[in-house]
Structures are given as C-alpha cells and as structure tokens.
C-alpha cells in the first residue's frame, strides 16, 4: 500500500461515481464527479470531459462519499478480552505497532479521521504524528493524549490521575503541550473496572470546569464519559463539547444538550460487541454483566436524542472487548435500527463527526476546497447501510488506497 502518488503522475484526478451523497445533503446525486488536485476537492458536480493533464477514475456503479469519521476510538487496544492487561504487560513499542495496524483497520474500512479519546502514556499523539508526516498509512487522528480521570476513575489505566480542579487544569495543559488536540475528562464510571459502576459519578463540575476552561483558551474541544443523569449535567455544567456514550440520560438532559449544542456520541456498537463477543472473548463476568445493562439504554438513549433533537456524531469506541478498529459501518447499522434514516446515520458518521472535531471547514463533506478524503463504496448506502461495508477506494488528503478493486483496474499510479 502506497499513499504518495507515483512520480509523473497527473496531479488532477476526477472520480466519477454512478451515485455521490456529499455529506450533508437530503438526496444524493446521480451520475456525478469530484475533481481532486493537489490533495484538496477543486469541484462537485455532474461529469463532463476532463481537461487534458486531468486523470479519470471511473467507480462505475459505486457510491462516492466523504471520507467516515469515528468520533471514539482507543488505538491502544485491539479488541482483545482484557486490552488493558495486555498493555500493562507489554512494551510501550509493540503497543505503538499495535496502534499502526490499528490506524490501517481504520484507513482500509474508509474511516479518514477518527478521534482517540485516551491513550496509555499518550500512544495516540505519536500516531497523529506519524500519519501527518506520512510514516505511518492511517486515518487523520485528532488525539486526547492521556485520557483526565479522578484517581481510581474509569480508565485511568488509559491516562492519567488529577484531583482538584488545579490538578485538572495543569493534567490539561501538560496533555495539550505534549502535542493533544482534543481533551477527554471522565466523568462517570464505566463498564471496564471492577470497582465502579457506570452510572456513579467521577469528576466534579468544579474538576472539569477547570478543564474545559484551559482547553477551550487553546481552541481544543472537550468530550466527556459519562453514563448518568447525574454525571452528563456535571459535564454540561463544566460545558463540554460532547457526551461520550451517555447510555443513561432522560428527557429533560436531552433537551439541555440540545439548547448547549452539545453532541452525544452514543456508541452503541461497542455494547452489542462485548455482549455477542464476551462470552467466547472469556471477557470477565463484571464486563458482562455491565455490557448486558447498558445496551438496551444505549438504543434507547439514541432514539431519545434523536426524537429531541440532540446533535449526534458517530463513535464506536473500537479497541474494547471483541470491538475491532474499522467497524464505523456497523454503528451506523444500529442507527438505523434504533430509528435513524441511513442519511441521518452517513451525516452522523461524516458531516456532524467533523463539526464535533472542529474540523468541520476541512473534512466530512464533499465541497470545493475540502480535503480530498473520500470513500467509494460498491451499492447504494443512503439504501442499504451495510452496503459501506464493500469498500472499493479509500482516498486520504487525495492520497488513495486500494480496495477490492487493484490499481491497474483505477488507471491511476498509487
Ligand atoms: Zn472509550
């Protein structure tokens, strides 16, 4: 796999798909083209005869889409039982290349960005890195470093302790000089420990005030974990910029998220995973018992914020239990069981996961002068959501990567 494209070749490259959904709009398009140049989307619009020194990739009856984004992914894990005692026991340099197979699951599944929120000694920062300096094949990673957890809090294993709301601050400013461009407080327990129950709350408002407080001076947003009433109106309280997972939340909460803007990433995918896959995982019987209670309020909490209005992006928290990395499509599948259009699910999974990340002038839609991230899938997804799973070419930054089909059979040299 190559991302750079081969020397003398055209810089211009105009895919032409028999159907394109931008990333936003209500319908999609039927017979169009994105002209890419120079790593940026130059036009949208219905195929015409290219100019010379313009290559054309012809995806006949294919769908053409931005690039997906996971909103919440941990590339540290690999989906393994007990991910976090399989990095407590390794070296920190086979985790690293656990986080480069990871990235590439991502890339090869059409997920252009993700978000890690909460990496073991800050892994995913290095990832971002490696991937912006094209060492490393990967989606685009906005990182939190190390995961800001009370101590004992939930998955301090993946970040790191602070107590006070002064602790909190200076645990945000060292994780934003080490390089993280998005911030992750805990504010609940959760499934993986064993002595915390998801719905009790962990960071106080005073904590994560502080914290959002210095993220948001540098322009960084803020997610929070939390499961209950109680911790998601801490978290709102502090003004974060979404809820991570939020399995717990009632009607009024809904409303408040609404009124804030605040978006609810509610990653229902990773609840199915650890209930299907625990069991033959040998996932421990607490893992089990949490999963089985938060799945069916997990959907429900979907379909609440969808009926009210709540801005939803897509995550799947991949990296846990039985969760592989690069399984974006199958989130968006429970969307649309849970009561979402497979239109509402895509802009979940591209338009509303870039504007959470803050990159919503650069990716999540395809638009002149966006970055050329783009998927192209055989079917019809805005009919069949699953059908995101039959990816035919990735392209990042107008870098592309193979799917089923081989280079020779695009005419251009990856
Ligand atoms: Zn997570």
Redesign the pocket.
């Known amino acids: 796999m190559e991302l750079e494209p081969a020397e003398g070749s055209v810089v211009a490259v105009e895919y032409r798909a028999a159907r394109i959904f931008d990333g936003f709009s209500e319908q999609i398009m039927e017979d169009g083209a994105v002209l890419v140049e120079d790593g940026r989307i130059v036009s949208v619009g219905a195929a015409r005869e290219p100019s010379t020194g313009t290559g054309v990739v012809d995806l006949g009856d294919a769908t053409l889409l931005p690039g997906l984004i996971d909103a919440?992914v941990?590339l540290v894990w690999s989906a393994s039982a007990e991910p976090h005692e399989v990095v407590k026991r390794e070296t920190r340099a086979l985790t690293a290349l656990r986080c480069a197979n990871n990235a590439a699951l991502h890339l090869h599944a059409g997920v252009t960005t993700v978000r890690d929120?909460?990496a073991t000694d800050g892994l995913s920062i290095d990832v971002a890195r490696a991937v912006e300096l094209r060492v490393l094949p990967g989606p685009r990673v906005i990182a939190a470093g190390r995961a800001i957890a009370m101590t004992g809090g939930h998955g301090w294993f993946l970040g790191r302790e602070a107590d006070g709301a002064e602790a909190v601050r200076h645990a945000v400013r060292s994780e934003l000089k080490a390089g993280a461009t998005c911030i992750k407080l805990m504010a609940s327990g959760g499934v993986y420990g064993n002595a915390e129950e998801p719905g009790s709350p962990q960071l106080t408002v005073e904590e994560m005030s502080a914290g959002v407080e210095e993220a948001h001076k540098a322009g960084r947003k803020v997610a929070a974990?939390a499961y209950s009433v109680e911790a998601i109106g801490n978290a709102l309280e502090a003004g974060v910029d979404s809820i991570?997972h939020g399995s717990f939340i009632d009607r009024d909460t809904a409303r408040r998220m609404r009124e804030s803007e605040t978006y609810l990433v509610p990653t229902m995918s990773v609840y199915r995973a650890m209930s299907e896959k625990g069991p033959e995982l040998g996932a421990p019987e607490y893992i089990r018992r949490k999963t089985a209670e938060v799945l069916e309020a997990s959907r429900e909490a979907f379909s609440l914020a969808l009926e009210v209005g709540v801005p939803i992006a897509a995550g799947t928290?991949c990296g846990a239990p039985g969760h592989p990395h690069g399984t974006l499509p199958g989130e968006l599948m429970l969307m649309v069981e849970a009561g979402a259009s497979p239109m509402q699910a895509l802009r979940f999974g591209t338009s509303a996961a870039a504007d959470l990340l803050g990159l919503g002038d650069e990716v999540g839609s395809l638009e002149p002068g966006k970055r050329a991230d783009l998927l192209a899938v055989d079917g019809d997804p805005t009919g069949d959501i699953l059908a995101l799973r039959e990816v035919r070419l990735v392209v990042r930054d107008g870098s592309g990567v193979q799917g089923k089909h081989s280079q020779a059979q695009l005419g251009v040299g990856f």
């Open positions: 919440h941990h929120v909460g974990h991570e928290d």
